[in-house]
């Protein structure tokens, strides 16, 4: 409660403010000794409550009072006065003094009396605070659902206000308000904070006669409340955090239909709310599981020794490189680093001076290159540098040769004063390979060519040693003639509903039949495609033949809702949407029947672009599904953001999903964020019907794995389709 202090004495002052700390609700805000001082902070301030001496130096109390009634203030006021005179005390009340107290005799009474003045609190006050923390919907925008709610319960009981009131430690605030020009107002005033002590509907029909709120401020001044009804909104928990209430300046009850009406808005009220609780619960979830997966990634993907990348983080790390080379025409290096001798170090001076010797290394060559460059231990001696966007060879060999000057220079070690050389072998992206395992293969042979010719110094790969690059030019060139003699074919893999057991939809597979090499699963080409600039063609291959084979299920009268192509990350690019379209267009197939598969990461990096693009597929009609979704880092809040459909829950969540409590509720909550968020849901990989069951009981919406089928020729599907038809018939 907000209290202004208006006395001149200093002594009476110390004495009031010691008495009301006893009680922490009561909080002093302002203290004025002088008459236009008072009015002026009483006004400012509009406290809940005034503590006023009636003999001031200079003015008078009563003035005070007389001023701020006519000012239009409502606030409480108890009148401190060591003056007994009966007509003075009359004249006070008359100007809405709610209590006179003798001032040596009485301060007690007085400041009990401010206390009853203050609402119940409930008996789990932390716990209650705690959840509506939680719901953090505290300060935020009003939200349509909310200011729907207020609005529908202000017209069905024709009441001029009506709010979502929240209960803060201090306050009362609003989340949604129909006729209030406040978003807020102290706690120690609010109706609503009596409301939340009942379990149900608290009716107050005409404040002005009761006990408990005649003299309140908001009765006597704005908004002037007379009639009041508010239902608490009570969380499974038990906490209520606030009501929902509708207010009118004239006495009146309601019917009981309207009574009913406003437990009905206040149940969808705290659906809203608690909808909300889940959702940050679970984001929280999700968060936690990230962090977990990150140290752990940070553990299987640094050298325990130099704390360097290790072989594995430099793959990817490289791939990753190389991909963004390709897509921004770009060059970079990869530079393999050897220490020459390094192994007559650790057999004549031990593996302790050897190791030393290994971490002064890696922190020189850390210091040596910018905080884009990537260094890696290889393992042994072996290191590995990637230099991405550079201008060309020379670039690379100047670096070479300053990491050789660096690591030449003398180290003391353990008592020793070592030299140490190395040989560095540099490859260069795109002429010496265009993968970062074929790049890095020769950097290597480059360097067995720089010992070769006597260590300490770098060497440029050549073309001589470019026997790999052959072979992977083959692989491609397989993959152009693939194109040209239609070698890929389609399986296709049903979607089922867990609810109802339709089939939603199917994914098309692409699979290569490679005339030597017989079948190639698509993990195996589709990153050569990608890499060789061919994933485009490959995709509108896809898609044509997805189309064609939908066009044909139609006219067999094979009933298929939807068909699913999965898109890689490096189609995105200008021109995709209109391929797209297009093909629909050919197959005069409806945009809604299709859906892309796209993976999170993919939709997230790259930024507007993508984006707009999405947004105009999706305006077309087409779905955009989620693939491999909660493997990816992408936060909610972006992915919130996204123009998608579905999200397909990647398998290694499902994998074991009906032994592992924690993917179980990793899983349980992408389902209800995703219904909070209107998507829809696909289980990825489900093998057996335990996994099967466990989804129906988590309310995953479809799923998609070799218990319901594994991926097929359309053949075969038309088989299987017969039978899935004829059980559910049955
Ligand atoms: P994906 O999009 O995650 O596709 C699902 C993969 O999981 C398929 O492998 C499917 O056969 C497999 N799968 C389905 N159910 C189960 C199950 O219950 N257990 C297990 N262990 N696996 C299951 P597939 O066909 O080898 O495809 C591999 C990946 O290749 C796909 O992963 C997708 O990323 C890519 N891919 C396939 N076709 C295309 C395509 O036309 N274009 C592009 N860009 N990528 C494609
Ligand atoms: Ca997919
Ligand atoms: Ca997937």
Known sequence: MNIVLVEDSELVRTQLIRLLAAESRLKIVGIAAGENEAVDLILRTRPDAVLLDLALAPGSGVSVLQRIREAGNASRVLILSNNRDKSLREACFQLGASGFFDKSAEAFQCLQRLAGWLPPLPAMEGHRLEALQSVHLLDTPEQEVFADIVGLAADIVDAPIALISLIDRDRQWFLANKGLDVRETSRSVAFCAHAIEHRELMEIQDARVDQRFFDNPLVRGDPHIVFYAGVPLVLPSGDALGTLCVIDRQPRVLTASQRRALKTLAGAALSEIDLRRQVSHLEDEIDRRHEVEA???????????????????????????????????????????????????????????????????????????????????????????????????????????????????????GGHRLHIDCSIGVALFPEHGLTGDLLLRHADLAMYEAK????????????????????????????????????????????????????????????????????????????????????????????????????????????????????????????????????????????????????????????IETLSMLHRLRALGIRIAVDDFGVGYSSLGQLRRLPIDSLKIDRSFVEEIDSNAQDAAIVQAIVTMATALGLCTIAEGAEHEAQFRMLEKLGCDCVQGYFVARPMSAADFNKWEQLFAAAEAA
Request: charged letters at 25%; aromatic letters at 4%; one cysteine or more.
């Open 295 to 413: 140290n752990m990634m940070h553990l299987a993907t640094r050298d325990p020794l130099t704390a360097l990348p290790n072989r594995t983080a430099l793959h990817d790390r490289l791939e990753q490189h190389v991909r963004l080379a390709m897509r921004q025409d770009s060059k970079l290096a990869v530079l393999f680093v050897d220490l020459d001798n390094f192994k007559l170090i650790n057999d004549t001076l031990g593996h302790d001076i050897g190791d030393q010797a290994l971490i002064c290394t890696a922190q020189r060559l850390s210091e040596v290159l910018r905080t884009s460059d990537t260094v890696a231990r290889l393992g042994g001696d072996e290191f590995a540098v990637v230099l991405p966007s550079l201008h060309g060879a020379e670039d690379a060999l100047q670096v070479a040769a300053k990491i050789v000057e660096v690591l030449a220079a003398p180290k003391d070690i």
């Open 452 to 607: 070769q010719s006597g260590g300490a110094r770098p060497f440029l790969c050549n073309t001589d040693l470019d026997l790999r690059a052959q072979e992977m030019l083959s692989l491609d060139n397989d993959l152009r003639d693939a194109f040209r003699r239609d070698e890929l074919f389609l399986h296709y893999q049903p979607q089922t509903s867990l609810t109802g057991g339709r089939l939603c939809g199917v994914e098309a597979l692409v699979r290569w039949q490679h005339p030597h090499l017989g079948l190639i699963p698509p993990d195996r080409f589709i990153p050569v495609a990608e890499s060789r600039g061919l994933i485009g063609e490959l995709g509108r291959i896809v898609l044509d033949k997805a189309m064609a084979q939908l066009v044909r299920w139609d006219a067999e009268g094979v009933s298929v809702p939807r068909i699913a192509v999965n898109v890689s990350a490096a189609e995105l690019r200008p021109g995709f949407a209109d391929a797209v379209e297009m093909a629909l267009r050919k197959h005069g197939i409806p945009p809604g029947r299709l859906e892309l598969e796209i993976t999170e990461s993919a939709l997230t990096s790259d930024g």
